[in-house]
């Protein structure tokens, strides 16, 4: 029995489940859970990247609340890109500690070790793949390779463990790995494969908790990228200097994309030269927009101090990253995503929770966990 008197709640965030993979694979359980619940073609929050995602789903808020505007942003003070992994850095409870407080005890599962440092805090078990304790290999087996589909089909089992043994976990938030997104186009025998085992893994979730309340979601899509632009070699080159720019994308974890992603913070030399950079990164082909600070703040809600002077818009075949030369061409398998091009992700909810949980407009990622442990 649950403390509070609720049915559990399970978030499943699938990372890089674009719309394109929901639209072409078979997925029955999934398929038959939007139509008994509630099913939308969503979005996910700007920039299309994993932590600023997540973390708007683990908190139910906007970037511009929670302020985590992805994995690394500039310091101005400092003079030197910071890494947000930090629990300092997040801004706004998490729905663990929201469960918390009603007395419901929490289970996050992840691959990433720094996911669980950041968001942990409030969970009654944490289990990361990355870096598994003793007592979790005791439990679940030691974890496949980070970078392998076989990790995902680790961490949904162990989710399904919990489920059926611990009646006592009311919130379980399983986040799955991108690799497989990185690595395959949905059309890939492999990708198949991979999603296939997803959604024999959410039956079997249901199966060990049938009267749960599923809120399945992504934080991004995926797309075959081009070419990658270091914003910061290609000014300089040109003349146009800035003075920084970061790859918002770039953590310590950077086998499957290295380090690029489909945004760029820059920031200037001096805001005087605002208008002529500005002008001239506009230019540059690959770039599709350039806005101001304000702006994109106020467009995307993200926190101001934490993206840069400018925020550079790539189009759809175009990331920025850190090459130490302006531009490269990238490998013809190379995917990846961060840009306004990602966004298109689906919202499932299935349940007897969902009427109670779900917010009446259903348009981003982060609706599903709004009201969850609210009022
Ligand atoms: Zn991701």
Redo the contacts with the bound molecule.
């Keep these: 029995m649950i403390t509070g008197g609720e049915e559990r709640v399970v978030v499943v965030l699938i ?2 489940f674009g719309l394109d993979y929901w639209d072409r694979t078979p997925l029955p359980t999934m398929r038959r859970m939007a139509v008994e619940g509630v099913f939308r073609r969503g979005l996910a929050i700007f920039p299309t ?2 932590n600023a995602n997540n973390v708007s789903l683990v908190t139910g808020a906007w970037p511009a609340e929670h302020g985590v505007t992805t994995n690394s942003y500039f310091d101005e003070q400092a003079g030197e890109a910071r890494f947000l992994e930090d629990p300092a850095f997040l801004r706004a409870p998490t729905i663990f500690d929201r469960a918390r407080k009603r007395g419901i005890r929490s289970a996050l599962l992840t691959c990433k070790a720094k996911t669980l440092l950041l968001l942990g805090g409030a969970t009654d078990i944490a289990v990361s793949a990355e870096a598994p304790t003793e007592a979790v290999v005791a439990a679940y087996g030691a974890p496949p390779p980070m970078y392998s589909a076989a990790v995902n089909d680790w961490l949904l089992s162990a989710a399904t463990r919990i489920l059926r043994e611990r009646s006592d976990i009311g919130l379980v938030y399983v986040h799955t790995t ?1 690799y497989p997104m990185h690595a395959w186009p949905a059309e890939a025998p492999e990708s198949q494969a991979h999603l296939a085992m997803v959604d024999d893994r959410i039956r079997d979730m249901r199966v060990a908790a049938p009267e749960a309340t599923f809120l399945v979601t992504a ?2 899509g995926m797309n075959a990228k081009r070419r990658c632009i270091d914003l910061t070699a290609f000014c300089a080159e040109h003349g146009v200097p800035l003075r920084f720019a970061v790859s918002p994308v770039a953590d310590r974890l950077v086998r499957h994309h290295r380090g690029f992603g489909g945004v760029s913070y820059a920031y200037l030399r001096s805001p005087a030269e605002e208008p002529q950079v500005t002008e001239f990164l506009r230019g540059i082909p690959g770039v599709e927009d350039v806005l101001p600070r304000s702006v994109a703040a106020s467009r995307f809600r993200l926190m101001p101090e934490r993206i840069g002077e400018l925020v550079v818009l790539p189009d759809r075949d175009t990331v920025f990253g850190d090459l130490g030369h302006p531009r490269e061409v990238l490998a013809p398998d190379y995917r990846n ?1 961060g840009s306004l091009y990602e966004q298109e992700i689906p919202l499932l909810a299935h349940g007897p929770g969902i009427f109670r949980v779900l917010p009446t407009e259903l348009r981003f990622n982060l609706d599903l966990t709004r009201r969850l442990y609210r009022e």
């Design positions: 990372d890089g990247l994993t991108d934080d991004h995503h």
